[in-house]
């Protein structure tokens, strides 16, 4: 999912959720990446926040992806790391809230 853009991608759940997860990779991180087994014979792929709505019925689970290596561009000179995690914050606020998730915690 690594990008030059920030993406916000729904791993699982749907709108009957009662709480949004939203894991946010760190820096040289990614969004699928950070969050998966190596060498899983799980199903899911080793998605540990898949995971998360496999064992808690309840949850949807979003993971927020944007250019995180030290050597790209925004760490440079584009944008400063203040920037960016401004940038990311405002990004996190739009994630999508419907249904009974609506008013319901958003845990990151």
């Known amino acids: 999912m690594a990008s030059d853009e920030l993406s916000i991608k729904l791993i699982c759940g749907d709108e009957a959720a009662q ?3 939203v894991f946010i990779h760190g820096l ?7 969050w998966t087994a190596k060498d899983s014979s799980d199903q899911s792929g080793g998605l540990w926040p898949r995971w998360l709505c496999e064992d808690f019925g309840t949850i949807r689970s979003f993971a927020l992806g944007y250019p995180a290596s030290v ?18 914050l405002q990004h996190v ?4 809230r419907s249904g009974p998730a609506t008013g319901a915690p958003v845990t990151y």
């Open 19 to 21: 709480i949004d997860v």
């Open 28 to 34: 040289a991180g990614d969004a699928e990446q950070t």
């Open 71 to 88: 050597f790209e561009k925004w760490a440079k000179k584009e944008m400063s790391l203040f920037e960016r995690s401004k940038s990311v």
């Open 93 to 96: 606020a739009l994630v999508p």
